[in-house]
C-alpha cells in the first residue's frame, strides 16, 4: 500500500517514485476530476476507484496481495486528510508506504513568482481550520502562507491587524495554483475586502503574507506566458497533434485537440505496391515526400513486406518541409534535398534540378501522396524533364464531429484561439462543428490556408512566418506576448479573447 502525494495541481510535479508506483499498480484510489491526468502512468487493466471509501477496505485489497495506490492531494504528510486510512493500515499490518509530494506551501508561491525564505529569519505554514487565535501568527518574522483560508481571507487580515501586524503588509491570494487556471490577487493586509470583492476565486487557495510578496512584479513567471490561459483549438489529425500541443503548453496554453482529417489507406493498395517493388527494383531515381503523412504510408508499406530503410540506398530523397524531413530521419532516412525558402511545393521545385540524361540514368520520380494532393508539383517536374509516378499513398476523410461541448465552445467563443494548419483542416472544422466565434483568433500557416480561411468568412489574426505548425505556435505565443503587454501598457488586466464576449465570466482586480 502506498500513498503518494500529487503535488499542487500541475500533473508534472508529480515525484518519480509517485510515477513509478502508479505504473505498478493494480488499484489506483484518486479523485478522478481533480487528479485523473495522473492516470497516463498506469497500467490499461489498472483499477480505478473514484473515493477512497472505507479505509479498512484499502488495507483489505492491499492484504490479499494487490497494490495499492490512495493519491493525496499535496504532500500525504502535510495537513492530510488520510492520517485515518494509514492508521487503518497500521492496525491491519499492511506494510505501507508514504511518498512525499511537493506541498503547495512552496510550489504555489513558485509559480506565483514569491521567493517565501529569502532573505527572512522565518518561513511558517498554517491551516486556516486550525487557527482559533491569529494574534499567535501576528508575529511571524518572515513569510506566512495559509492553507483553506479563502472564505475568511477578509476576517483573518482584520484579526492579524488588530494584533499588531501592519495593515501595509502585502499579501497574495492565489488560487488554482501551479494550473492553467491559476490566478493571483495582490493587495495588503488594509485592502483585502475591495481587493478580493470581484475576484472569482476558489478553493484549493494559498494566501501568502509578508513582504516576499512586494517581489512579485520582479519574479513572476507563470502567469506572464504569452499564452497563459489561452484554450487553443488544434484541429489535425490525431497523430500529428502532439507535438503542436506540447509546444502549445510551453507558452501557457491549454490545447484541445480536435481531429478533423482521419488518414486511411487507399481504397486499392495494387498502385502503392507497385511502386515499392518499383522502388526496390531500380526504376526510381527520386522519391519526393510532401507530408509526413506519407512517409508513415510507405513506412507502414515497407514494414508489410519486410523492408527497412536499406531500400533507399542509391536512391535521392526529397522532403517538403522540417516535419517531413523528421519524420523520414526516424525512418532512418536523411534526405537530400529540401526547401532552403518557402516549405511548399513551390519552394521544393525552386530548388530541384531540371533532368540532365547524361547525369541521370534514371529520369522518373515517385512521388507518394495524399488522394486529394495538388498537380502543381507533377507540372513542375514534369517542366524540369521528369517522368512522375504520382501515386495515391493515402486518403484524407473528414472526421466525425466532436461532441457537444466542444461544438458549443466552438460557436460560442470559449476557445481563445484556433490553429489551422492546411485548408483542409478550415473546411473540415467548419463542416463538422460549425465557424468560430468571431472573438477567436484565427491562426494559419500560410496563404492558402488564409484565403480559405478568408472565403469561409473568418477573419484572420496571425499568420505563420514560414509553413510548419511550430512556427504557427510560435507567432501565435507572439501574438498573445503582444496582446498582453498592451494591456499592461495602458494599466489593464490582461484577458484572454474568450473573456471578451458578452456575458464571459470575468475575474477583477
Not at 511537493?102 to 508561491?109: H, K, M, S
Not at 475586502?193 to 513572476?220: N, W
Request: charged residues 25%.
Amino acid at each position: 500500500m502506498a500513498f503518494v502525494g500529487a503535488g499542487p495541481g500541475d500533473e508534472n510535479l508529480l515525484t518519480l517514485r509517485g510515477a513509478d508506483l502508479l505504473s505498478r499498480a493494480d488499484v489506483v484510489v484518486l479523485d478522478q476530476e481533480a487528479y485523473g491526468a495522473l492516470l497516463r502512468h498506469c497500467r490499461a487493466d489498472v483499477k480505478i476507484l473514484d473515493t477512497a471509501g472505507a479505509a479498512d477496505g484499502l488495507a483489505a485489497l492491499a492484504k490479499a496481495g494487490k497494490s495499492v495506490v490512495r493519491v493525496c492531494p499535496g504532500d500525504p504528510s502535510f495537513f492530510s486528510s488520510v492520517a485515518e486510512e494509514v492508521a487503518a493500515c497500521a492496525k491491519a499490518e499492511v506494510e505501507f508506504e508514504i511518498v512525499p509530494g511537493v506541498p503547495p506551501a512552496t510550489a504555489v508561491l513558485g509559480y506565483a513568482g514569491i521567493t517565501p525564505a529569502a532573505g527572512v529569519p522565518e518561513f511558517r505554514v498554517v491551516d486556516a481550520a486550525r487557527v482559533g487565535d491569529w494574534s499567535a501568527h501576528a508575529d511571524c518574522q518572515g513569510t506566512l502562507v495559509i492553507y483553506n483560508g479563502l472564505a475568511e481571507a477578509v476576517p483573518i487580515g482584520k484579526a492579524l491587524i488588530a494584533a499588531g501586524k501592519p495593515d501595509y503588509t502585502p499579501v497574495a491570494v492565489t488560487s488554482d495554483g501551479t494550473t492553467t487556471e491559476q490566478y493571483t490577487v495582490v493587495s495588503s493586509l488594509g485592502r483585502l475586502g475591495p481587493d478580493l470583492k470581484h475576484a472569482a476565486m476558489t478553493e484549493p487557495a494559498v494566501i501568502v503574507v509578508g513582504d516576499a510578496v512586494a517581489q512579485r512584479d520582479k519574479f513572476s513567471w507563470f502567469e506572464t506566458r504569452s499564452l497563459f490561459g489561452w484554450r487553443v483549438l488544434v484541429p489535425r489529425t490525431k497523430e500529428q497533434a502532439a507535438g503542436l500541443s506540447e509546444q502549445l503548453r510551453s507558452y501557457g496554453a491549454v490545447p484541445e485537440e480536435v481531429p478533423t482529417i482521419s488518414v486511411e489507406p487507399p481504397r486499392t493498395p495494387q498502385q502503392m505496391d507497385r511502386a515499392i517493388k518499383g522502388l526496390v527494383t531500380g526504376r526510381y531515381e527520386w522519391v519526393a515526400f510532401t507530408s509526413a503523412n506519407a512517409v508513415k504510408a510507405v513506412r507502414e508499406k515497407f514494414e508489410e513486406y519486410g523492408l527497412d530503410a536499406r531500400a533507399f540506398a542509391g536512391l535521392k530523397v526529397a522532403a517538403v518541409g522540417d516535419a517531413t524531413a523528421k519524420a523520414l530521419i526516424e525512418f532512418g532516412v536523411r534526405p537530400d534535398l529540401m526547401p532552403t525558402g518557402e516549405q511548399s511545393s513551390e519552394g521544393l521545385l525552386a530548388e530541384w534540378p531540371p533532368y540532365d540524361s547524361m547525369l541521370d540514368p534514371i529520369n522518373r520520380v515517385l512521388l507518394p501522396r495524399a488522394d486529394i494532393a495538388t498537380e502543381a508539383l507533377v507540372a513542375g517536374l514534369t517542366e524540369l524533364g521528369w517522368e512522375c509516378d504520382d501515386v495515391t499513398a493515402y486518403r484524407t476523410v473528414r472526421a466525425a464531429p466532436p461532441p457537444a461541448p466542444i461544438r458549443e465552445a466552438i460557436k460560442s467563443g470559449g476557445f481563445d484561439a484556433v490553429l489551422f494548419t492546411s485548408s483542409s483542416t478550415v473546411r473540415n472544422l467548419v463542416g463538422i462543428a460549425g465557424k468560430p466565434h468571431n472573438v477567436t483568433v484565427i491562426a494559419v500557416i500560410g496563404p492558402q490556408t488564409a484565403k480559405t480561411a478568408e472565403e469561409f468568412g473568418l477573419r484572420v489574426d496571425v499568420m505563420a512566418d514560414k509553413p510548419s505548425a511550430s512556427a504557427l505556435a510560435a507567432a501565435l505565443a507572439e501574438y498573445g506576448a503582444k496582446q498582453r503587454q498592451a494591456a499592461v501598457s495602458a494599466g489593464e488586466i490582461p484577458r484572454r479573447p474568450s473573456q471578451t464576449r458578452r456575458g464571459a465570466r470575468r475575474r477583477a482586480k
